[in-house]
């Protein structure tokens, strides 16, 4: 337990400083500051001071297209580089591609059209000289969840339901919108609302989900659920375990399942080998392609991708839903899938440039992943993102610009024009293999164990969003991760800590009890630090905590006989800022302090809380002898007064 003394402080030489008022602002540069730091914390404008209107129009074009700055140094060292990296990750990307679309419940084309367009439009205008763009597994199956809940992806006769395609492309140009606005004006603070501790389960949850929903293809089951939590998959799979799965499907997707496995594993154990894990999808579609074709495994029940459309973008402008219905439902999806892979493909971008300690402009990443989505949407494209797998090989392959983007398109165009009719005879169960095997590394159990041992909160977080995603839905599980994250932010803002204060022998620092036990409490004076602003939110829990504070320490001083506290001191530092609701409380806190004949004491207040104090006449109130600016002062002062003397 922390000692109690009256501190000598006479020996020490000790100058007061008196707290002064900060500089009173009009309104309008008050409105303007604070607009400043909310939105142009950066200073974006900056660079245009004194320069001439031409100079100004470049650097207008060179901050949306960030390529005419970096690309008036460009090499043909770096040109070598972007191309290894590129045609590294078509390897990676051609396979995923025509797999995703399937997640997302559309023609296998689309996957590859999504790899074409939208990775040029970001080489253009982003600003992630690594990031790798294209479709992802958790956006394709988050996308396609919410549309099969508005229109059922297929006909009656089994042909692809054309408004269903349409719906996807609305819900991509919604998307493009929301992310193209997020950045334009500047609010992308707000995709931070949902936590790391929300992403790790949800991504987790949407892993295992997209894994089971492979099962199908990859046991070869024709008739499947079209739910995808974890129960009504299990039932589907076990139900027809005695006729629905096939032998064939089975030894085809399992052996390719370990081919990849393998391949990841040298790849990352060896980094120099990274290229082998990178073409192992392609060289499974590659193989099982040519002995499904050769052996006419399909007669025997083996799942084929049939037909790929050939050729490129056929554009989609008319096709989107401008007026009717679907209008506001494409709205909805797009909102919520263009967050989520806003969230994933900004988190990447900032992964690799501080990696390797570049400046990644965050809301010029949310304009150029809007640009290329609405792009994207008029030319037959679906959602799309930064890829973490796909980026990783385009790192580990020496990439050093977006080119390795625009080369990945090129091939992925000649892909379109010439190669897709080759994939006829691929099996569903390699696609299925391809997926199953990109998402395992989307289950972070580490990050888990983690959030366990440092922060039981966080590991709530994570655990519902993971259990919501796999027990009900991915939007059910989307919904608790930021209903959990909300919540999080609201019991730390209305249920802030507060810590009782005590000095650090042969210091005049004063830290907490709890923390350090060694701390002495001075005699006749209680030292509280509030850990938060205060707010309407806050203020009245605030004050009540404070006088518990006070009421367990007067028993406590009465039991031991000591002499009573005669001073309440409020370590202000922590508290950025304070609104009326808390200069009420406070008044209240002072009346109450008064019938029991304790002095209320301010110790460093912030300057936005300084000049609300003075500007609301608290000052005056408790006293501006009462404001400190620091609690050594507070107490050098307070503990040789003559009241301090008193029993």
Known sequence: MSQRVIDDHA??????????PPP????????????????????????????????????????????????????????????IAGLTIVSLCVPQDIAYAKLANLDFQYGLYSSFVPPLVYAFMGSSRHIAIGPVAVVSLLLGSLLQNEIDPLNKDGSPNFAYTRLAFTATFFAGVTQFALGFFRLGFLI????HAAIVGFMGGAAVTIALQQLKGLLGIKIFTKKTDIISVMQSVWGTVHHGWNWQTILIGLSFM???????????????????????????????????????????????????????????VHQIYWTGEFLLKGFKIGVVAGMIALTEGVAIGRTFASKMDYNLDGNKEMVAMGSMNIVGSMTSCYVTTGSFSRSAVNFLAGCNTTVSNIVMSCVVLVTLVLITPLFKYTPNAVLASIIITAVVGLIDIKAAILLWKS????????????????????????????AISFAKILLQVTRPRTAKLGKLPGTNVYRNVVQYPDATLVSGILIVRVDSAIYFSNSNYIKERILRWLSYEEEEVKSLSLPRIQYLVIEMSPVTDIDTSGIHSFQELYKTLRHRNVHLVLANPAPVVTEKLYSSEFAMLIGEDKIFSSVADAVLTLSTSPKAQEP
Do not use: M
């Open 11 to 20: 020996e020490v030489a000790h100058h007061i400083h008196r707290v002064e």
């Open 24 to 83: 009173k602002q009009n309104l309008l540069n008050e409105l303007k500051n604070g607009l400043k730091e909310t939105f142009f914390s950066d200073e974006p404008l900056r660079h245009f001071k004194d320069k001439s209107a031409p100079t100004k129009l470049f650097l207008v074009l060179q901050g949306v297209f960030p390529i005419l700055d970096w690309g008036r140094s460009y090499t043909l060292a770096k040109f070598k580089g972007d191309l």
């Open 192 to 195: 931070d609302f949902l936590s």
């Open 258 to 316: 370990v081919f990849i496995l393998i391949a990841k594993y040298i790849g990352k154990k060896y980094q120099r080998l990274f290229w082998v894990s990178a073409i192992a999808p392609l060289i499974s579609v590659i193989v099982a392609t040519f002995c499904v074709g050769i052996t006419h495994a399909d007669k025997q029940g083996v799942q084929i991708v049939t037909h790929i459309h050939k050729g490129i973008n056929p554009l989609s």
């Open 455 to 482: 922060d039981k909160l966080d590991f709530l977080a994570c655990i519902g969003a993971f259990f919501g995603v796999i027990f009900k839905s991915v939007e059910i599980g989307l919904l608790i991760a930021v």
